[in-house]
């Protein structure tokens, strides 16, 4: 019964969302504007079925109902109740049905508390949200029913991939997701300005808290998905450029020009194209990556197997919403008049910069996902790894985060160049500094990118404080210390990134029980090999003692083997200090007894995390402000009415 | 200029569309071809896997003669399907040798009663380094040695009564 209850939810929110379309449509376009006073109730009221679709599905997880076809293929009844909870949106059918709630969730809110568009403008973005879910209510309808029935139905269920059981990936798909959805609704309001011809200010305030909300779910997913990454995979990296990464990564440089774009439009009313365009495209990236991810058209770790039928369905989707935006953007931004004038030096020249850059980031990572993909075409099969990117994205990223320090510390509209210099002489002084004292200490040892990593994460972490400088910072408005925190996340983030690729110490060791190993500082005594026994795996551990001329600390990494199917993994033992972290993985068994052993010592390198977590900080921060500001604004008014 | 740039994202996307339709509705063998064709076995000793068939080393499969390696498993499913066309190649004359990936002595006598033993040799890969080596990526797989030790083919998956007569045509032109 529950099932169905969801999946007849499921058709009346569809209903409802084609009803939405209509109603926007035949209100704008076919002179019946009271039709329009039907809207917003239609949304709500798809917000809520959608809801009451998921929470369907997730009781149907909970309860291990064996006669539902999807928990059949994706849960076990014994499963810890957090799995259970997870599964519902650890496989396709339910990560799309996740998807869709998001959406229609996301839509009701517009529909709600929307205040600052015009209700022109407003009504058409509402249309544009309903017809993005009609294609995916339609994919889940027609191609992905997570409510199909099996009969009979077996005894139990068939698990979840061992990988995947973990509490940190349970909730890093509904991170993303909904961060890619925000993304979508920023989508609307493009094509909702475009339609009416309004993109202006209001709408780019209107847009901007989705934005910023969605930019900072994608840099918590990224950072969250690097660190599983780095500590389930036991290989020692933290970013291996899979295409499900990129996936993540390609919508988050799309929404972080976008973000920059949508606060100049916001605050100066210029780079109006930019903002339409960058909003378009950072929906289609969330909306390319999901395909990429879903489709099995790119193989990788972690995309799940599905049938072609699914990939042309999301394709057909894809050409018909972005091909259908494109031409929109093609069509009506010739009319849209210039924001207001900058001169070639000023804060809006360097954003103008940052957009470049980043789009340039994202369009080599693009070409470096879809690579092996264009060569198959012509029957090669090549795989594109991360020599490439490294050697790509990294010099055009250190440019970006040069553009970065400069940018806040020049004048909008218009300043002078010699003050500008002016302003940047203690950045550069640090900058030499470090690149003289490094070139001391460590020339010829570390290569060039790391290098200048290190020295331009230096000077962009002193150059982000620079806007507290000589200000009261009690009366500094709370969206400039989101900017600052921000920055100097990413000054954070690449001086990890940096230290871990010009320091890291790895060594490989074959090791009895009773040797002791040597290395970076640190001594580590193999003590012995000890078989234990887990629910569904076996594994072997080993158990050792680290020290570093202190008290030594008991490290435990395991080679896992899990029976069906049959697959090992490997927990690596991780030690966290200060100045880095310790990393052991445990390898097989080789002749005589003994047993490979890959040990790293990684300087500082919890800073790329610790910089990803700033970055989404930084970007709360802006919200909170702006919003806060918004709110007091509106409510002084009103107070001046009363 | 400004006409063109305007319009270059939709042309940019059309094209990307049109590259993924292909590449969609095209048939995938989602097949790596394995590097070593052409190339000699790499080295490798294997202790005993069935107790009444000896280990198995490289150098015993370069005879003058070409011959089959298979790569199986007691615990792969497909193996036991693959089973009676192997027999029937061993009918045929052709001399075949064994791999078993990640299994036990005992696991495999009852398999080989089960399905039946065409194999001369049986080597024991507890760790599947050998299988690596070799470059293939699952259970199973059947190699066709030349008489010199080398690789002239490889087949993944499990051979198909329709696969045969194409595995026995291999054979011969590995002369």
Redesign the interface.
Known sequence: MIAETGLAALWLAAALALLQLVLAFAGLKGGKPDLLDAVRPAAVAQGVLTAIAFAALITLFMRSDMSVLLVVTNSHSMKPWLYKFAGTWGNHEGSMLLWVTVMGVAGAAVALFERALQRNAHMATLGGQAAISLGFYAFLLFSSNPFARIDPAPADGQGLNPLLQDPGLAFHPPTLYLGYVGLSVAFSFAIGALLTRQVDAAFARAMRPWVLGAWVLLTLGITAGSYWAYYELGWGGWWFWDPVENASLMPWLAATALLHSVTVLATRDALRAWTV?LA??AF?MSMVGT?LVR?G?L?SVHAFAVD?TR??FI?GL??LY??GA??L??WR??SVREGAPFELVSRETVLVVNNLLLTVILGLVLIGT?YP??T??FGH?VSVGAPYFDRIAGPIALALMVAMAAGPSLRWRKDQAKLVGRRLLIPLCIALLVSISLSLFAWGRIGILPFLGLVVAVAVGAASLAPLWKRKLLRTPLFTYGMVVAHLGCAVSLAGMACDSAFTVEKLVAARPGDTIKTAGWSIRFRQITPIAGDNWTALQADMDASRGGSSVLIRPQSRFFASP?TSTSEAALLTRWDGQLYVVLG??VEGGRWQLRIWWKPFVTLIWLGGIMIALGGALALIGRERRGWLLKWRAREALA | MKKLLIWLPLVLFLAFIGLFASGLFKPDDRIIRSRLVGQPLPAFTLPAAASDRPALASAQLATGKPRLLNVFASWCVPCAAEAPQLMALKQAGVEIDAIAIRDARSDVDAFLKRNGNPYARIGLDARSAVQMALGSSGVPETFVIDGKGRIAYQHIGDIRADDVPMILDRLKEAQ
Do not use: H, Q, R
């Open positions: 365009m378009v495209v289609s395909f489709s058209i193989t072609p990939g042309s394709l894809l050409a972005i091909g494109l031409a953007f093609g931004i010739g879809l993909l264009m198959e075409a099969k049959p097989e068994e």
